[in-house]
């Protein structure tokens, strides 16, 4: 059974860091490329990093980048998200997921998925 749990989200102010952690469990994880998503209230989810199977290569959306960093530890079988100079617009629910082999941000093409962890910036 495969299971991604995120953990690590809270209330932050504008500005502020948080660092988003995914452990994963029943899969072999280095063959899966994972992805950091985010939904917000009324919103499509939609991509914010991924990073490949060995961690050689990241993807980011522009509206992260320069700002969040997407990490791995293929034997911890972790992927962490570091998120620097938060703002509001960054509230959402942030979700881990993984896709075998490929290199795929879209978020219907991912092969699972994690609950969720609320992320909330105030300004």
């Known amino acids: 059974q495969v299971q991604l749990v995120e953990s690590g989200g809270g209330l932050v102010e504008a500005g502020d860091s948080l660092r988003l952690s995914c452990a994963a469990s029943g899969l072999t994880f280095h063959w899966y490329t994972m992805s950091w998503f985010r939904q917000a209230p009324g919103k499509e989810r939609e991509f914010v990093a991924l990073?490949?199977?060995?961690?050689?290569?990241?993807v980011y959306a522009d509206s992260v980048k320069g700002r969040f960093t997407i990490s791995r530890d293929n034997a911890k079988n972790t992927v962490s998200l570091q998120m620097n100079s938060l703002k509001p617009e960054d509230t959402a629910v942030y979700y881990c997921a993984s896709k075998m082999m490929a290199v795929d941000h879209d978020p219907r093409s991912q092969d699972y998925w994690g609950q969720g962890t609320q992320v909330t910036v105030s300004s």
């Open positions: 990073i490949t199977r060995s961690g050689g290569s990241t």
